[in-house]
């Protein structure tokens, strides 16, 4: 069959899967289009021409508590981040198993070890043409050997510019922040941008917190987007709510690690994404999420089996999602993916994998879980 046709086909039937299942993925759907993907990089390799499909694919590479996300367009990649030492050899092998050959950019949003770790391991596999890096220096081990990385590469650091374009494979993307050179907290010289596949937008800001959000609006650059990458892991001094008035996402995708000791993602962040109607897509329930942006619409694919190396992270329990395979009676069910709860009749229940239960309706709503509307459960 052609490979166009096989495509058009695999489209269709993860456009067919979200509709009749609401938001939730099955694993044969993120199978079939990783199968896709070996189709293309399997061209690559008899160094053909390959066919442009125009789609752009953003990673967010489960890297328990920590972010790293990989982009790829045309064949070209780039790599935001890296995640911390404890999820490098992990992350590499992500990247082998995506047939990354070298990196368009690298982008270390800053010098924390939760996001520049595994830019130090994806620099000692890959080759980079640019590296752009905020402007201040860390007292960190990691933060050397990243130094020493660079020049070892003779790798000039490009510092951000506010506004400047860069183009990747089909896709561009123009830096957002930081729009000063100086500030008290490091993580707000994170290097934010905006990345723009056609009509569908993606914004990602590092771990940069309201005093760089605020210059941000500043700006006057158009922050609207379909898909916000939360900042800082989803912490209550980042997406403030003028920021996400401006971004109004459909989905926010957050990078954290299950438990982890910062209490991310807060309260305060998922109840602004909640209020704005926004899907959720967390890497510590889901493992990697990978978003399809085809130019007009962005699909989503989450790799369960991944999640597991969370779990082992701390073996404390989630309210919000127990026991998953267990038969369980409950008041009230949930689905973990689309974010609304059931009654335990209701005809579209999530599979059980996908299920979170709930004694009471308070209970459901302060996981940030909305009301199914056909079984009505609140009512
Ligand atoms: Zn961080
Ligand atoms: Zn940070």
């Known amino acids: 069959m052609d490979k166009k046709i096989i495509k058009r086909l695999l489209t269709f039937i993860l456009t067919a899967t979200l509709i009749f299942t609401g938001c939730s993925l099955d694993n044969n759907v993120s199978e079939d289009t990783q199968d896709d993907r070996v189709v293309v990089s399997l061209q690559n390799e008899s160094s053909q021409v390959v066919p442009d499909d125009g789609n752009l694919e953003v990673h967010f590479i489960d890297v328990g508590q920590g972010s790293a996300t990989l982009i790829e367009s045309d064949g070209h990649y780039m790599l935001i981040d890296g995640g911390d030492s404890k999820y490098t050899s992990s992350f590499v092998s992500y990247l082998q198993d995506e047939n990354v050959n070298k990196f368009d950019y690298i982008i270390v949003t800053h010098y924390d070890a939760d996001h520049l770790n595994g830019v130090v391991g994806a620099l000692e596999s890959y080759d980079a043409d640019v590296v752009i890096a905020p402007d201040y220096k860390a007292e960190s081990k990691v933060y050397k050997s990243f130094v020493n990385l660079i020049d070892e590469k003779n790798i000039d650091i490009t510092y ?143 790799t369960k089996s991944s999640a597991s190396k969370n779990i082992k992270e701390n073996t404390q329990k989630n309210s919000s999602q127990t026991n998953k395979n267990q038969t369980k009676i409950a008041n009230y069910i949930g689905n973990i993916n689309s974010k609304k709860y059931h009654l335990p009749d209701c005809g579209s229940l999530p599979d059980k994998e996908n299920q979170a239960y709930f004694n009471t309706v308070k209970e459901a709503e302060n996981a940030g879980y909305a009301p199914c509307g056909n079984c009505d459960p609140d009512n």
């Not at 982890?260 to 998922?270: C, F, Q, R, T, W």
Request: hydrophobic share 30%; proline share 3%.
């Open 160 to 302: 951000p510019k506010s506004g400047e374009e860069y183009k990747i494979g089909d896709a561009e993307f123009t830096i957002l922040a930081p729009n000063d050179t100086h500030y008290d907290d490091a993580n707000d010289y994170s290097v934010a941008i905006k990345l723009v596949n056609e009509n569908n937008t993606f914004i990602m800001t590092g771990d940069a917190e309201i005093e760089s959000e605020y210059e941000m609006l500043e700006t006057g650059i158009d922050l609207s987007c379909d898909v916000y990458l939360a900042g800082h892991h989803g912490s209550k001094y980042s997406s403030s709510q003028a920021f996400m008035q401006a971004m109004h996402p459909d989905s926010v995708v957050i990078s954290s690690g299950r438990d982890n000791k910062y209490g991310h993602p807060s309260e305060d962040a998922l109840a602004r994404f909640n209020a704005m109607g926004c899907d959720i897509y967390r890497t510590d329930e889901l493992g990697d999420i990978v978003a399809v942006s085809d130019g007009k619409n962005i699909t989503f694919n989450t």
